[in-house]
């Protein structure tokens, strides 16, 4: 049974156009952190204006939030995200065996695409964030057909058929969201480098070849690290290569 966390809203929309946009209208007036769970999204999309596909049962939420860090930290909550992802599905599921995380923002279940994760945030002046909405999709009853995926993609899965677990979208954000409190308060307290090597710890791929994929350009080299700016570290035959965004490829 998971606690709600102390000092987070919680409003559930029986239908919304995206949870992240929602976020960005009640931004100007919250008290606190508040998280938003969409039963129903008429405009979901994902990175870089992707649509996403967000049948009924599923979940789309989003936590916003105005942080008080410089915006390159504010933008590392997208591995504290990833992390409490990570254990909210071990909460339903009771297991870990399958579980990894993709750099930037995505959750694998047995090499699949279970879950995503995109980050908003509007600024003001003087380069401040001034609210940051994390959204977060999750395919906890059906995952969308692979002709509607790019060439290449990971293949998307869905929690029930993966597993047989089935879990509604109100349950599973009680878990994420004791998750996600838990790994915030870490984050706060001791900055990225407990966040980084526990992501690190739970990451798909390390050690082995794959491509990182821009709208300019590919680099193709060994998974060594994310560094402390959260880029991800590839060795390449030119030398180690910091990329800070990029689709992945495996």
């Known amino acids: 049974m998971n606690t709600w966390p102390e000092g987070y809203g919680r409003r559930v929309l029986a239908e919304v156009d995206s949870?992240?946009?929602?976020?960005a209208r009640i931004a100007p007036e919250l008290a606190g952190p508040e998280w938003i769970l969409g039963l129903h999204q008429t405009q979901g999309r994902g990175r870089r204006g992707?649509?996403?596909?967000?049948p009924i049962g599923n979940f789309a939420g989003t936590l916003v939030m105005r942080p008080t860090e410089a915006p390159d930290q504010v933008a590392l909550r997208s591995f504290v995200a990833s992390l409490a992802l990570y254990d909210a599905f071990v909460?339903?599921?009771g297991r870990t065996d399958g579980l990894a995380l993709k750099w930037p923002n995505d959750v694998l279940l047995n090499g699949g695409k279970v879950a995503g994760i995109l980050l908003e945030s509007a600024g003001m002046a003087g380069?401040?964030?001034?609210?940051?909405?994390?959204g977060i999709g999750v395919n906890l009853a059906h995952a969308p057909d692979t002709r509607a995926v790019e060439t290449q993609a990971t293949p998307p899965v869905s929690l029930l058929s993966e597993t047989g677990a089935s879990v509604t979208p109100e349950e599973f954000?009680?878990?994420l969201a004791a998750a996600y409190a838990r790994w915030e308060a870490q984050f706060v307290t001791y900055g990225f480098d407990p966040i980084r090597t526990a992501w690190l710890a739970r990451a798909a791929r390390i050690g082995e070849v794959i491509t990182a994929r821009t709208t300019r350009d590919e680099t193709t080299?060994?998974?060594?690290t994310v560094d402390s700016a959260g880029n991800l570290v590839l060795k390449t035959a030119k030398g180690r290569v910091?990329?800070?965004?990029a689709d992945i490829f495996f």
């Open 173 to 175: 954000l009680d878990a």
């Open 91 to 93: 909460a339903v599921t």
């Open 19 to 23: 949870t992240n946009a929602e976020a």
């Open 50 to 54: 992707r649509a996403w596909v967000d």
């Open 242 to 245: 910091a990329i800070p965004a």
């Open 127 to 134: 380069g401040a964030v001034s609210h940051i909405a994390i």
């Open 221 to 224: 080299g060994t998974f060594e």
